[in-house]
T-cell receptor
């Protein structure tokens, strides 16, 4: 069983829809990252969370430490949001990052 | 310019050759990382460094060598390239530490093909 599981693997939605991507983990962590990788390959860090909720524009990330679960939400989705979204957790034992496999999001106009 | 830069952006080499991928960051971040990304796999850690002159193996270190004589540079060397090392390589940096709120910053990637 992978230590970091993302769901869904693939998601296709229409422009304007509310998007939720989930990340569950099984190890003790000190923080969780959400990152975005565009088709061109560049990886951009969106959020780093250790508790609660963060918001940046149309993106919202939440984390529940007790349930070992985080979600990334996109409101009013747009085709330019099409990308792979990756969750990574920072282990509290050795500060190494464990990566999820990513969620490929396609937003159709 | 401030940021993290990788070079070259693309590289084609032959099996058995030595190849060095460069990574340079201007933030004086303590931590630097090398990842490879292959189809069907998430990012896999090759090596990381917590500070100058401190390096440690990641998940897939075999066939790679790193050094960190200066905080800002973290080159990755493939001593004798193999076809299985064809991949996209990403360098990243951060000030990861307890209590910090730092994000990870990634270079643009190096697409390496070993023929």
């Amino acid at each position: 069983k992978n230590e970091v599981e993302q769901s869904p693997q693939n998601l296709t939605a229409q422009e304007g829809e509310f998007i939720t991507i989930n990340c569950s983990y099984s190890v003790g962590i000190s923080a969780l990252h959400w990152l975005q990788q565009h088709p061109g390959g560049g990886i951009v860090s969106l959020f780093m969370l250790s508790s609660g909720k963060k918001k940046h524009g149309r993106l919202i990330a939440t984390i529940n430490i007790q349930e070992k679960h985080s979600s990334l939400h996109i409101t009013a989705s747009h085709p330019r949001d099409s990308a792979v979204y990756i969750c990574a957790v920072l282990m509290d034992s050795n500060y190494q990052l464990i990566w999820g496999a990513g969620t490929k999001l396609i937003i159709k106009p | 310019d401030a940021g993290i830069t990788q070079s070259p952006r693309y590289k084609i080499t032959e099996t058995g050759r030595q190849v060095t991928l460069m990574c340079h960051q201007t933030w004086s971040h303590s931590y630097m990382f090398w990842y490879r990304q292959d189809l069907g796999h998430g990012l896999r850690l090759i090596y990381y460094s917590a500070a100058a002159d401190i390096t440690d193996k990641g998940e897939v270190p075999d066939g790679y060598v790193v050094s960190r004589s200066k905080t800002e540079n973290f080159p990755l060397t493939l001593e004798s390239a193999t076809r299985s090392q064809t991949s996209v390589y990403f360098c990243a940096s951060s000030d990861l530490a307890v209590g910090t709120n730092e994000k990870l910053f990634f270079g643009s990637g190096t697409q390496l093909s070993v023929l």
